[in-house]
């Protein structure tokens, strides 16, 4: 049977745009393939060069075969960008399931460390970020990635049995993520590493934000 087609996929759970929703292993293969060679023109050569023929060529795939998933240039950018929230989200996913039941010294640190591993690893990530490329699905979807990280805070603070779970505790809990990766960005910025010292500084900041966050929670 053929694969049923639909206007929209979910990664993550942003929209990203597919013609065709990959269904066989052989097409999933092949949607993979095609992502890999974007991400390679992306940091290679930057977003400009992400036109469809280009991809194709890289993926060695033909043009039509890419349009079946991918109709423009706009899909691939959203299609990557999705890849990377989901990276991300799971990172804080796997934080928050084990933050009751692990105990640790510093889960600011280790969760803002775990965090810059994936800035370290997916090159793709920063050179979509901070190029000039970003589409407004994309946009639109980071501010829904950066609220589920953000919970995924909420979610560690109240396994921890440090708060209450209430709207103040969003609210802040989604301060504190859009502060810390901004400063995280920013560090990655400055040295493809990451700037250690300003990685340091997103630390002190976060603790004695939650410190202060999490006493308002005590009788």
Known sequence: MGEPTTDTDRAGDG????RRTPRQARSKARLARVLQAAERVLVSEGVEALTTTRVAAQAQVSVGSLYQYLPDRDAIIDALAGGYFARLEAVMEDFARAAADEHRDDPVGMLIDACAAVYRTEHGFRALWFGSGLTERTRAADREHKRRMADGVRRVLLALGL???DEALGRACHAAFLAADALAQEAFRRAPEGDAALLCEAKT?????????TGRYRP
């Open 15 to 18: 929209v990203t745009p597919l």
């Open 205 to 213: 900041m976060l603790r004695g934000y939650l410190v202060e966050v």
């Open 163 to 165: 708060a209450e779970d």
